[in-house]
């Protein structure tokens, strides 16, 4: 779109305040919308997975974007073994998942499985749980695209404004 197909209306200041634009270049404008829909229908979570040697998991992150919780879905799997760098409350975690049935056995695939959705604190605990050893979620949990929950802004902390 060149800047001569665009006129603006500017305040007392200078400051543009509104755009006007040709009939042709608004039905482009309106185009370039309809491809920006959302691919995942309102209410619905948009998922991330999580593959690590033969475990995968997914889930979704609920919450503030700065500070997500993060929801493992039923079915996804865990690794049998938690490596020592985990920490004691992680490891807690673990072992109160076990405890009350929402991570089983799977012999077959030689993991642990949930048995129902599980809201964790963070995806990292999340990932950390599902890996048995520390793992960022932020970075390894990704969607259909391929984006990380980081790269998709979660976790970003914003700013403070200063005050003038």
Not at 13 to 26: F, L, N, Q
């Amino acid at each position: 779109m060149a800047d001569r197909e665009v006129q603006f209306i500017t305040d007392s200041k200078g400051k543009k305040t509104h755009a006007i634009i040709s009939i042709e270049t608004y039905n482009q404008l309106v185009g370039l919308k309809a491809l920006l829909k959302p691919a995942i229908p309102l209410g619905h979570h948009e998922l991330y997975f999580f593959s690590y040697q033969n475990i995968t998991a997914k889930g979704y992150p609920t919450g503030t974007r700065s500070k997500p919780y993060f929801v493992v879905t039923k079915n996804s799997q865990a690794a049998l073994n938690s490596g020592n760098s985990v920490p004691s409350n992680v490891s807690k975690i673990r072992e109160e998942l076990l405890g009350n049935g929402i991570l089983q056995l799977d012999a077959e695939h030689n993991c642990f499985v949930f048995n129902h959705d599980f809201k964790f604190q963070s995806a990292s605990a999340a990932a950390t749980i599902i890996a048995g050893y520390v793992r960022s979620g932020l970075d390894v949990w990704v969607n259909r695209e391929g984006f990380s929950l980081k790269q998709s802004g979660f976790g970003v902390k914003h700013k403070k404004k200063a005050k003038a």
